[in-house]
């Protein structure tokens, strides 16, 4: 098979970590470890992208999950406060620990269901 050939049937590499409009990934990994690597022991952005895998890739015991409507699986664990969010296609999005996790997780579990669609009224 001729580069191109092969080029076009190579495997498309998944993402580290979600992007979004506003950072590209690498601006994200920085921004979510200053801000969360601490509160696992994380020591550089790669070290905490490499936690948020092995978190959301091999779900520890008691990890309790919950699916969006996009495809987002959300994880919480009670025992170490932990939250993640990983895309439809196993691409983290995101772990930290939340302020008030049980109240946390209760809330996201119960919007889980409706997350992204339109809301009605003014509530």
Known sequence: ASP????????VAKPLLTA????TV????TRL???NGAAFGA?????????????????P?????VSRPNGDTLFYQASTNTFAVMS?????????????GPNYWA????RAPTFGQARSGNN
Do not use: C, H
């Not at 191109?4 to 495997?11: I, K, L, M, Q, R």
């Not at 439809?88 to 008030?100: E, L, S, Y």
């Open 20 to 23: 979004n409009r506003r950072e």
């Open 26 to 29: 690498d601006a994200k990994i």
């Open 61 to 65: 015991a008691g990890v309790e999950k």
């Open 88 to 100: 439809r296609d196993g691409t983290p999005r995101t772990m930290f620990k939340p302020d008030d």
């Open 107 to 110: 809330q996201q579990k119960e």
């Open 43 to 59: 020591r550089s952005p790669e070290d905490y992208l490499s936690r948020i895998k092995t978190f959301t890739e091999n779900t």
């Open 4 to 11: 191109a050939e092969a080029a076009t049937d190579a495997p």
């Open 33 to 35: 470890y200053e801000r």
